[in-house]
């Protein structure tokens, strides 16, 4: 197995269970306890993981925006199942906005049956995930959000506004009991605000886990999302 593998597998572990010994670890993962503390170690660095008695706990915070290889991993099959009912409203022809988030990323593969649509992006690993479909697709460019691969900044805004959007889609990091949509990163919320007001409908894809939960930025409230997917 290798190491990112491991990491995900640490981390997929404590989303499950909170608390775990290194000792169980290394038994589960078949390695030996040394690399295991070596593991631990680099993701406590990377404040994905506290370090506790012997083994790690998950770090609790609504804030931190983990890397992207991790948050795709996180209810996947809920976001596949959202994703493919999303992409149920994009129409033969149209002209569509997609932000970079892991939820989102998943409108890829179920694409290839509509005709003649032209999609902009700000996410480096849909653009390409499109592009190899051979769906008309662009990037913004911009300023590279190492937490998503995404663009954002002022370029990657005013290339979003540049084009006239049939409908956009996007997700967040949370939606708080007061009904608004909010995020952890205000550089990418500005680029999903563009988007928004440059649409004639929003579609915002939303897995549970995301419900009840608070960030710092707040985007948009519920009320004035045209469609929100949930499961």
Known sequence: ??????????????????????????????????????????????????????????????????????????????????????????????????DASTTALNLADFLEDKSGITIVTNGIPLSIALSQKGIKTFSTGGEIQKSSLGYAGSFAQNFVRSFNYDICFFSVSALDNAGNVCDSSLEENLVRKAAIESSKKCAFLCDKSKIGLSAPYNLIHKDKIDYIFTD
């Open 1 to 98: 197995m290798l190491k990112e593998e491991r990491y995900d597998k640490i981390l997929q572990i404590l989303e499950e269970e909170t608390y775990v010994s290194a000792e169980v670890l290394s038994q589960r993962l078949f390695v030996s306890m040394p690399t295991i503390r070596r593991d631990l170690a680099h993701l406590q660095k990377r404040n994905l993981i506290i370090r506790s008695h012997g083994g790690a706990k998950k770090l609790n915070s609504e804030h931190i925006v983990t890397p992207i290889d991790y948050r795709k991993s996180q209810n996947f099959a809920q976001k596949r199942a959202i994703a493919r009912k999303a992409a149920s409203l994009i129409k033969d022809g149209n002209i569509i906005f997609i």
